[in-house]
């Protein structure tokens, strides 16, 4: 286990090595592509390997840094946890290196590629810090250094005023997450005895302090990972940064984020409490089935895959939840499962939404468009971009033989044992948020037609998407890796529940043993009696049934196709302004779903007398929670301001009467 | 559950698969034929569909200009996804090996697949016809996939399973027992099936009137051999749910063993089965006019509660008894 370990400090060191040559890119912009990226490269190839070598090999190994305080030296630690999101992290770093010198050729010129590349070096080395991290020092550092590297990605085009109050709505939220996460660490470090996790694991915190810790750390975690109500700063704040960093946001900030979630509440809390895997699981659902509604409602292609962010890590805190309550119920095999479901969809969202988001800057490269309602057409003039992406969105809608299917179909699976547990409430609970689920992923494919229906398909809606080009063979190369991790995922699953057995074995010491009991063919996470799903034969039974159509077909007395015009009524030829729009598809959902948003709709004549169609749709979250709390923020500012009369005798009368106070309470 | 080292039983497969091809057509016509009966037509033979299918693929395609690959692949795909659904459903016999390549929960998928490649067919053209289809195909179906699956759990959490064959052993060994929660479900799902298919007071398959249709707006631009594969997709899934009604929720005259006799005894049950639902169904169809679109979501709820009633009298009634 020490040789994935010593993998790990060297993608560290080549991480860190490619953010310092960035310094010098601004004045050489070869660097960037010479140097820059391919430590880059490196370093997320050797996390790669790293975390493969440590979910092969299972076992724990640990160094320590000579860094951090002079009592506390940084603990690092390898397990099969960490290992799990080193690869994760590795195998989409891997495609953003390859993506990066052809979108970063855009900012040659305008914007700072130093800062570019320092900041993106800097942000893969604190993620890789966090998930290697074992004590809470250690952690909060490199946990801050990830908000901050993050930051100023977002701002990285700070010239435009929405991208400055993106990030700074970011960086509010991200620092009132990581407060809660140092309050939780400090229950557990009070109780235990020591800021190491060791200390941590020892002490087991439980009862009324565990669920304190439990409830801080969940705000803390769950803020950054985008968990409804808490999700405000994503689609503000993923879509204003650079594309490539947008996949390494969305499908890798917010697993890093669901890595401390798991380590904190699997590993370093006590006993599982079941109440504590309700509201996991409900803050789930919500999440899931909320995020795809606002998604819907978007036309702007980065903020709506933003927004899928959310649905996505909402479905995997269903999987999450589903493994607290069967663990804290007493089901360790059942918990594994979900635990099981939960991880795949981890490594799942994670290799789509990378898709999508490096998809998404190709079209913004190509077209330098954001607004879906101005594309169309492109798959014609960007035809790997739009194989890419329709893998991408075939995945991500849970459709087989891709692998959102596999991990949603684990899920689901989870949920159907819950007919195991005593308690009638949560049985009938369960099932509940597994038609959110289902709703879920329904409405995740609605959107997902409209997505792709507007953007590559029917006829270009706008003068750049006329002229578009492909992109750069590494930025398709990128994306390739990605989509061809996607297939793979979908169509073996057997293997990776395989690798991701260990990691149950490692926090809930039980493993899947009937997972794979059937062969490599079978998939048979309770057991073959209950369910069962052959991912491989299901992708060549698919491909047969294609292959006999055609075949068939190709044999009658009519082979040729003629092109014609589309049938227009008798009128006149269609335009690209007859085609439905992004929100005219949505239009029913929107209407169906209406309470839940703050919709603004006008019709208005402009100067030359044409009706204009004014929509907004609002997230209510804002009125409900945000708008209130910053209110109450300012009040409480000004109230305290009255402290602060400006005179210097006030203040030392303060810190006198402080002063006493707190000798009357130590005496 | 089935032996999946049985040769006999995996020969099966490709035989109700062909079963399944043709008689898909032919469900279809029996239904327009009773439904011409009923409105005092002579209607057409069962067998129309079938003719009408040879003509299409002897006929010449046409691909409009704007339409790109995902246009001309989508027939594939979904004929493929359907076809694929319909062989892992217990058809004639209980004995199916395929279903434990896919349970009901890929079934859903299978489906799910095929409608998204259909809908996004209708975008591709880049007509009004089609987005308005694709649109109300997508809202229709996003509200019917958690009601069916809601039905799905109960039968599921009945059997403790999601493989089809054992359900419907499950329920062929339970006899006769009238349960809340299967009522519950089977309604839901009949209502489920009449949206997801198309049919009348969710959609209409026989209209072209441009505002009221949804199936057949996205497949407007079709002609040819890829408007046949499209047709053949959609009597595929007709008779799909069916099988899925009548197999699993009466499941009596399924063959329990592989000899000749039980399987021709199990096909002359289904085929009667089948027969009675398509009767049925053009009765409803008779009698029931068609849904504005937004008293659809209405009609989609209510199968959602009724599956919910289902799942929910399934555990506080039944589960642990």
Redesign the interface.
């Given at each position: 286990m020490t040789a994935p370990l010593s993998l790990a400090l060297g993608a560290l060191a080549a991480a860190l090595l490619s953010a310092v040559a960035a310094l010098a890119a601004d004045e050489r912009p070869m660097l960037f592509r010479a140097l820059v990226s391919p430590l880059f490269g490196l370093a997320c190839a050797l996390l790669l390997a790293a975390g493969l070598g440590g979910l092969l090999h299972p076992g724990v190994a640990r160094a320590t840094l000579p860094l951090g305080l002079p009592w506390l030296h940084w603990h690092l630690r390898l397990d099969a946890l960490a290992a799990f999101f080193l690869a994760l992290i590795g195998v989409v770093g891997l495609a953003v290196a390859l993506y990066a010198p052809g979108y970063a050729r855009e900012f040659e010129k305008r914007e700072s590629l130093a800062v570019l590349g320092l900041f993106t070096g800097l942000f893969l080395t604190s993620m890789v810090l966090v998930v290697l991290a074992d004590d809470a020092f250690a952690f909060m550092v490199a946990w801050e250094l990830m908000s901050l590297a993050s930051y100023f990605l977002v701002t990285f085009q700070h010239e435009h005023g929405a991208n400055r109050r993106a990030g700074f709505l970011y960086l509010l939220m991200a620092e009132i997450g990581a407060l809660a996460i140092l309050l939780g660490f400090g229950v557990l470090a009070g109780l235990g005895d020591g800021f190491a996790f060791d200390a941590m694991r020892r002490a087991a915190v439980g009862g009324g302090w565990g669920t304190l810790a439990f409830v801080l750390a969940f705000f803390g975690f769950g803020m950054k990972a985008g968990l409804v109500p808490l999700h405000a700063w994503l689609p503000e704040a993923h879509p204003v940064a650079p594309s490539h960093v947008s996949a390494l946001m969305s499908g890798v900030m917010l697993k890093v984020a669901v890595y401390g979630f798991i380590r904190f509440c699997f590993d370093l809390l006590g006993d599982m409490q079941i109440s504590w895997g309700v509201a996991v699981l409900v803050v789930g659902a919500v999440s899931a089935l909320l995020g795809v509604l606002y998604a819907l409602m978007q036309h702007d292609l980065k903020r709506l895959l933003a927004y899928h962010s959310v649905e996505n890590v909402g479905i995997i805190f269903i999987g999450l939840g589903l493994a607290m309550v069967f663990a804290g119920a007493g089901f360790p095999a059942l918990a594994a499962l979900g635990l099981v479901a939960a991880l795949y969809h981890t490594i799942n969202h994670a290799l789509f939404k990378g898709l999508l988001f490096l998809g998404a800057g190709s079209v913004l490269h190509a077209t330098h468009q954001r607004d879906m309602e101005r594309m169309?057409?492109l798959?014609?003039l960007l035809p790997w971009t739009g194989l890419f992406f329709?893998v991408g969105c075939?995945s991500i809608?849970?459709?087989?033989p891709f692998n959102g299917?596999v991990s949603e179909?684990l899920t689901?699976?989870a949920a159907?044992q819950?007919?195991a547990l005593e308690n009638?409430i949560l049985?009938?609970l369960i099932?509940?948020t597994?038609?959110?689920l289902?709703?879920t992923?329904?409405?995740a494919?609605?959107c997902?037609?409209?997505v792709?229906?507007?953007t590559?398909?029917?006829?270009p809606r706008s003068t750049p998407a006329r002229k578009a080009h492909e992109v750069s063979f590494g930025m398709r190369a990128g994306q390739g890796v990605l989509a061809a991790a996607c297939l793979l995922l979908g169509v073996l699953p057997t293997f990776f529940t395989g690798l991701l057995d260990t990691v149950p074995g490692l926090l809930l010491g039980q493993h899947l043993p009937q997972a794979t009991a059937g062969g490599w063919l079978?998939l048979t996470p309770v057991n073959?009696?209950?369910?069962?799903?052959?991912a491989p034969?299901?992708f060549a039974?698919?491909a047969l049934?294609?292959w006999l159509?055609?075949w068939a077909?190709r044999r009658?007395?009519?082979r040729?196709?003629?092109?014609?015009?589309?049938?227009?009524c008798g009128f006149s030829p269609?335009t690209?302004r007859?085609?439905?729009s992004a929100t005219?598809?949505?239009?029913?959902?929107r209407?169906?779903f209406g309470p839940l948003f703050r919709i603004e709709e006008s019709m208005s004549r402009d100067e030359e007398g044409l009706l204009r169609h004014r929509l907004q749709v609002h997230d209510r979250l804002w009125e409900w929670l945000y708008l209130p709390v910053g209110r109450a923020a300012l009040r409480a500012g000004r109230w305290v301001g009255h402290l602060q009369g400006g005179n210097a005798r006030i203040y030392l009368g303060w810190t006198l009467a402080t002063l006493g106070a707190l000798l009357w309470l130590i005496s | 559950m089935a032996d999946l080292l049985n040769p006999a039983a995996w020969l099966l497969v490709p035989v109700q698969a062909l079963l399944f091809l043709v008689g898909a057509p032919l469900l279809a016509g029996w239904i327009r034929q009773w439904k011409g009966r009923l409105q005092n037509r002579r209607g057409p033979a069962p067998w129309q569909p079938l003719r009408d299918l040879r003509k299409l693929f002897a006929k010449e395609a046409l691909v409009a200009h704007s339409a790109s690959t995902v246009f001309r692949a989508a027939p594939y795909v979904v004929f493929a996804s359907t076809l694929l659904a319909v062989c892992i459903v217990p058809f004639i016999s209980i004995l199916q090996p395929a279903t434990a390549i896919a349970d009901m929960i890929v079934l859903v998928g299978f489906l799910a697949l095929g409608r998204f490649f259909l809908a996004l067919a209708g975008m591709d053209v880049g007509s009004s016809f089609g987005g308005m289809g694709s649109s109300r195909e997508m809202l229709v179906s996003a509200l019917a996939e958690p009601a069916m699956l809601m039905a799905v759990f109960t039968l599921a959490m009945s059997a403790h399973s999601t493989n089809l064959s054992t359900v419907a052993e499950y329920n062929l060994a339970q006899g006769l027992v009238l349960r809340p929660s299967y009522l519950f479900a089977l309604l839901g799902l009949v209502l489920v099936a009449v949206a997801e298919t198309g049919r009348i007071p969710v959609d209409n398959p026989a209209t072209h009137l441009e505002l009221t249709m949804i199936h057949e707006a996205m497949i407007l631009e079709y002609s040819g051999r890829h408007l046949a594969l499209m047709e053949w997709a959609a009597q595929l899934k007709l008779m799909l749910y069916g099988v899925l009604l009548v197999n699993l929720f009466f499941p009596w005259g399924l063959a329990q063993t592989l000899s000749p006799a039980a399987l021709l005894a199990g096909l002359m049950a289904v085929a009667a089965k089948l027969a009675a639902l398509g009767m049925a169904l053009a009765v409803g169809e008779t009698v029931l006019a068609k849904m504005r679109l937004f008293r659809v979501p209405l009609f989609l709820n209510l199968a959602f509660l009724l599956t919910l009633l289902g799942l929910l009298s399934h555990i506080i009634l039944e589960a642990g008894a």
């Open positions: 169309g057409g798959l014609k329709l075939i809608s849970a459709l087989p299917f179909w689901f699976q159907l819950a007919w009638g049985r009938s099932p509940v597994a038609a959110m289902a709703l992923g329904a409405l494919a609605a997902f037609v409209k792709y229906g507007v590559f398909l029917g006829q079978w073959a009696h209950t369910a069962s799903y052959s034969l299901v039974a698919l049934a294609w159509a055609a077909l009658g007395a009519v040729q196709v003629r092109r014609c015009d589309a049938w227009d269609l690209p007859m085609q439905y005219g598809f949505a239009q029913p959902i209407r169906v | -």
